[in-house]
Nanobody, 124 residues
Framework: QVQLVESGGGLVQPGGSLRLSCTNSEFTLGYYAMGWFRQAPGKEREGVSCITSMGDTTNYADSVKGRFTISRDNAQNTVYLEMNNLKPEDTAVYFC?????????????????WGQGTQVIVSS
Protein backbone atom coordinates (compact mmCIF):
# COMPACT_ATOMS: atom_id res chain seq x y z
CA GLN A 1 0.00 0.00 0.00
CA VAL A 2 1.20 3.51 -0.79
CA GLN A 3 1.87 5.33 2.49
CA LEU A 4 2.20 9.08 2.21
CA VAL A 5 4.10 11.31 4.63
CA GLU A 6 3.08 14.92 5.22
CA SER A 7 5.25 17.59 6.79
CA GLY A 8 5.39 21.36 7.23
CA GLY A 9 2.55 21.98 9.65
CA GLY A 10 2.85 24.20 12.67
CA LEU A 11 1.51 27.16 14.59
CA VAL A 12 1.10 30.43 12.69
CA GLN A 13 -0.63 33.73 13.31
CA PRO A 14 -3.63 34.79 11.24
CA GLY A 15 -2.41 36.16 7.91
CA GLY A 16 0.67 33.98 7.98
CA SER A 17 1.80 31.28 5.58
CA LEU A 18 2.81 27.64 5.64
CA ARG A 19 4.03 25.24 2.98
CA LEU A 20 3.04 21.62 3.40
CA SER A 21 4.85 18.76 1.68
CA CYS A 22 3.76 15.23 0.87
CA THR A 23 6.09 12.50 -0.29
CA ASN A 24 6.68 8.76 -0.38
CA SER A 25 10.00 6.92 -0.44
CA GLU A 26 8.81 3.62 -1.93
CA PHE A 27 6.41 4.47 -4.74
CA THR A 28 6.22 6.87 -7.64
CA LEU A 29 3.54 9.47 -6.96
CA GLY A 30 3.66 10.64 -10.57
CA TYR A 31 1.15 7.93 -11.47
CA TYR A 32 -1.48 9.43 -9.18
CA ALA A 33 -3.67 12.45 -9.00
CA MET A 34 -3.08 13.91 -5.55
CA GLY A 35 -5.34 15.68 -3.11
CA TRP A 36 -5.05 17.68 0.08
CA PHE A 37 -7.75 17.34 2.73
CA ARG A 38 -8.25 18.71 6.20
CA GLN A 39 -10.16 17.78 9.31
CA ALA A 40 -10.87 20.18 12.14
CA PRO A 41 -11.77 18.92 15.63
CA GLY A 42 -15.34 17.66 15.72
CA LYS A 43 -15.83 18.15 11.98
CA GLU A 44 -15.86 15.90 8.94
CA ARG A 45 -12.86 15.61 6.67
CA GLU A 46 -13.15 17.99 3.73
CA GLY A 47 -11.38 18.35 0.43
CA VAL A 48 -9.05 21.32 0.00
CA SER A 49 -7.35 20.88 -3.36
CA CYS A 50 -6.29 18.31 -5.92
CA ILE A 51 -3.89 18.10 -8.83
CA THR A 52 -3.49 15.83 -11.84
CA SER A 53 -0.63 13.38 -12.09
CA MET A 54 1.27 15.68 -14.45
CA GLY A 55 0.44 18.80 -12.47
CA ASP A 56 -1.26 20.54 -15.38
CA THR A 57 -4.72 20.89 -13.83
CA THR A 58 -5.78 21.83 -10.30
CA ASN A 59 -9.00 22.14 -8.34
CA TYR A 60 -9.73 24.03 -5.11
CA ALA A 61 -12.46 24.25 -2.54
CA ASP A 62 -14.17 27.64 -2.53
CA SER A 63 -12.97 28.27 1.01
CA VAL A 64 -9.30 28.33 -0.05
CA LYS A 65 -9.40 29.72 -3.59
CA GLY A 66 -6.98 32.59 -4.00
CA ARG A 67 -5.11 31.69 -0.80
CA PHE A 68 -3.82 28.13 -1.28
CA THR A 69 -1.77 26.73 -4.15
CA ILE A 70 -1.21 23.06 -4.86
CA SER A 71 1.80 21.99 -6.89
CA ARG A 72 4.03 18.99 -7.44
CA ASP A 73 7.56 18.09 -8.40
CA ASN A 74 7.47 14.56 -9.74
CA ALA A 75 11.26 14.46 -10.05
CA GLN A 76 11.35 14.87 -6.26
CA ASN A 77 8.29 12.65 -5.80
CA THR A 78 6.70 15.43 -3.76
CA VAL A 79 3.40 17.32 -3.69
CA TYR A 80 3.05 20.72 -2.03
CA LEU A 81 0.33 22.89 -0.59
CA GLU A 82 1.30 26.51 -0.10
CA MET A 83 -1.12 28.22 2.25
CA ASN A 84 -1.18 32.01 2.40
CA ASN A 85 -3.28 34.50 4.35
CA LEU A 86 -4.18 31.80 6.83
CA LYS A 87 -7.31 32.20 8.91
CA PRO A 88 -8.30 30.63 12.24
CA GLU A 89 -10.88 28.53 10.41
CA ASP A 90 -8.02 26.89 8.48
CA THR A 91 -6.95 25.19 11.71
CA ALA A 92 -7.06 21.44 11.10
CA VAL A 93 -5.03 18.33 10.54
CA TYR A 94 -4.05 18.33 6.88
CA PHE A 95 -3.81 15.07 4.96
CA CYS A 96 -2.33 14.18 1.60
CA UNK A 97 -4.00 11.45 -0.47
CA UNK A 98 -3.47 9.66 -3.78
CA UNK A 99 -5.99 8.57 -6.41
CA UNK A 100 -4.87 6.20 -9.16
CA UNK A 101 -8.16 6.72 -10.98
CA UNK A 102 -7.44 10.44 -11.33
CA UNK A 103 -11.02 11.48 -10.73
CA UNK A 104 -9.95 14.97 -9.58
CA UNK A 105 -12.42 14.68 -6.75
CA UNK A 106 -12.51 16.57 -3.45
CA UNK A 107 -14.49 13.78 -1.79
CA UNK A 108 -12.30 12.00 0.78
CA UNK A 109 -13.63 8.51 0.08
CA UNK A 110 -12.59 8.75 -3.56
CA UNK A 111 -8.99 8.52 -2.29
CA UNK A 112 -7.57 5.29 -0.93
CA UNK A 113 -3.94 6.09 -0.07
CA TRP A 114 -3.36 8.54 2.77
CA GLY A 115 -0.70 10.03 4.96
CA GLN A 116 -0.75 10.40 8.74
CA GLY A 117 -1.58 14.10 8.66
CA THR A 118 0.20 17.24 9.79
CA GLN A 119 -1.29 19.73 12.24
CA VAL A 120 -1.91 23.34 11.23
CA ILE A 121 -2.95 25.78 13.95
CA VAL A 122 -3.78 29.36 13.05
CA SER A 123 -4.06 31.45 16.19
CA SER A 124 -2.88 34.69 17.72
Amino acid sequence: QVQLVESGGGLVQPGGSLRLSCTNSEFTLGYYAMGWFRQAPGKEREGVSCITSMGDTTNYADSVKGRFTISRDNAQNTVYLEMNNLKPEDTAVYFCAADARQLMSLVPHDYHFWGQGTQVIVSS
